[in-house]
Structures are given as C-alpha cells and as structure tokens.
C-alpha cells in the first residue's frame, strides 16, 4: 500500500538564504501549500522582498550561516513569531570557480564555511529542537557535483560530497536513537539551475538546465514523502546508477562524451562577473582579497 503524502499546511518552514534563487523559490512552492516561512538571508533587503511578495505568512530575517549566534538568532525569531519550526532548509551557498591550483585561501575558506560549516550549523540547532520535540524535518541542499567530481569547481564539488556524506552520518544517528521515523533528513542533488549562481556555466550534452521552481517542487515532494536523495531531475539518479556499474574508464568515457567535465569549465566570465565578486563578499568575517580583483582571469583560466 502506498504511503499517504503528508499534509504540509500550518507547518513552520525556516530557509537559509531564500533572499533570491532556489530558496526564494523553495519559499514560494511552501507557501502555497499553506505553510509559514521564515526567509533567512545575509541580505535582509532581499529577505525583506521575498516576505513582502509572499504575504503575511512569511517573514524575513537576517541570518549569516557562518556564525552561531546569528544562526541560534535565526531559529528563535522565527520561532517567536511563527511557531515551533517543522522544517529547516539548509540552502544557503556560494560557488566560485576556477583552477584548483589558482585558487586563493580566502576563497576556499569562504566556501567551506558558507556550504560546510553553515549546514553544520544549521544541523545542530535544527536538530537540538526536532529532537527534543520528536519531531522535524531538514534538508540540505547538496548538488550532482556532490556525487561527480567537477573540474573548474573543486573545493565547491568538495563542500557539496560533504554535505551529502553528513547527511547520511547523521541519519544514521538518529537511526541509533530511535528518531529516524520521527526526524527526517533529505539531501538535494540538482543539476545546473538557471540562478544567480549558475549563470554562464557550460553546456552539457543532454541535459537541459533547471528552473529554481523545478528545485523547490522536488523539495516539496521530498518533505511529502520523505525522500532521502533528492535527484533533480529524476533521471539523473539512473545516469548515476548506471555510472557506478560500469568500470571507471567507462564511466569517465560517458561523462567526457556528455561534456559533463566541461560544465564548470568553460564558462562565461563575464556572465558570472558580478555573482562572483558578490560572492566574495558573502561571509562579512573574511575580506575578498586581492585576487578578487582579477576574478574574471581566473574564471577564464
């Protein structure tokens, strides 16, 4: 017999960086389906315009993933003006491109932060209150370059096989505890997505890039239906199958012949000029440095 999707209305959602993109999204596709949302975000003015576009039910709130107070300030404001929180979608994130030996430290210690230790973070706190409760759901958003390594986009692919793999840790914790029908953890793998972040990326063969709402439904399904590995789209879940059965030089053979090597590679620098500088100034804690001045020969190299 199949199971019942759950009802998600009157539920309490609280998103990380849902200012723009797929959060934004994420936090449109909830509040259709009658649930309250809190639009967590580093830029409060783009919060504050999301919030306003959806109406009284959702509210927004400053929110800088890297830092516990901040985050900890996040979860109780939403708490205090829209109830306890059900779901907690961990979906802030930056990714800066370019060769891995060029990349300066200041770049990679931002990412880390932002796409590592913001959903640490998030995990913690959300689950200190789900668990006390008996009762929640998180999701992370990961990425397909979770599970393939992707070249022009290293430390970014490093971040997001994290992400996945803590996922998997911590659902086994709470399996030792007896939570895991009670607290659910769902991990997102999407493939490009026409956002701020994926601008000017190269073209796979095959594969058609997706919108933020095609994102933010798979993440209302998995919250219905208590998906774990959310493969966006669904087909890509049987590429990957068929990717771990075949030997590794066959499988690298497909993924070269599909251009999938190039995707993060042969990019539009100009395209992804003003993203990456913003980027660069995403975590207030760390300065962009000097090789930001000369990003866009470096996205090119």
């Known amino acids: 017999m199949a199971k019942r999707a759950r009802i998600l209305a009157g539920q309490t959602a609280a998103i990380t960086g849902a200012g723009r993109g797929i959060g934004r999204a994420t936090a449109q596709a ?19 315009a999301t919030a306003q576009e959806l109406g009284p039910t959702a509210v927004a709130l400053s929110l800088d993933v890297t830092d516990r107070d901040s985050f900890e300030r996040f979860l109780d404001e939403t708490e205090a003006q829209l109830g306890p929180i059900d779901v907690l979608i961990n979906n802030a994130g930056i990714m800066q491109l370019g060769k891995f030996m060029d990349e300066d430290d200041a770049t990679a ?24 409760r008996g009762s929640g759901h998180i999701v992370n958003i990961s990425s397909q ?50 956002t701020e972040l994926g601008g000017g990326l190269g073209q796979a063969r095959g594969l058609k890039n997706l919108q933020p709402s095609d994102v933010a439904e798979a993440i209302v399904d998995a919250l219905q239906n208590g998906t774990v590995d959310v493969w966006v789209p669904k087909s890509s879940k049987r590429t990957n199958a068929l990717g771990v059965l075949l030997p590794r ?16 590679t042969e990019i539009d620098t100009q395209a992804r000029a003003a993203y990456e500088l913003r980027a660069s100034a995403s975590e207030p804690g760390l300065q962009a440095g ?8 470096k996205t090119g190299s």
């Open 30 to 48: 909830l509040t259709r389906q009658g649930v309250r949302v809190a639009i967590g975000d580093l830029d409060l003015e783009a919060a504050r």
């Open 145 to 194: 370059a979770g599970k393939f390594g992707a070249p022009g986009g290293a430390t970014y692919s490093a971040t997001k096989h994290a992400v996945v793999g803590l996922t998997e840790a911590v659902r086994g914790e709470l399996r030792l505890m007896g939570m895991q029908d009670r607290v659910l953890l769902s991990y997102v793998m999407p493939f490009v997505v026409n």
């Open 109 to 132: 210690t931002r990412m880390i932060d932002i796409n590592l230790h913001g959903v640490i973070l998030g995990m913690k706190l959300g689950l200190a209150r789900m668990v006390g």
């Open 290 to 297: 000097s090789e930001q001045a000369r990003i866009a020969e």
């Open 249 to 264: 030089r066959l499988a690298e053979g497909l993924g070269r012949a599909m251009k999938a090597d190039r995707v993060l």
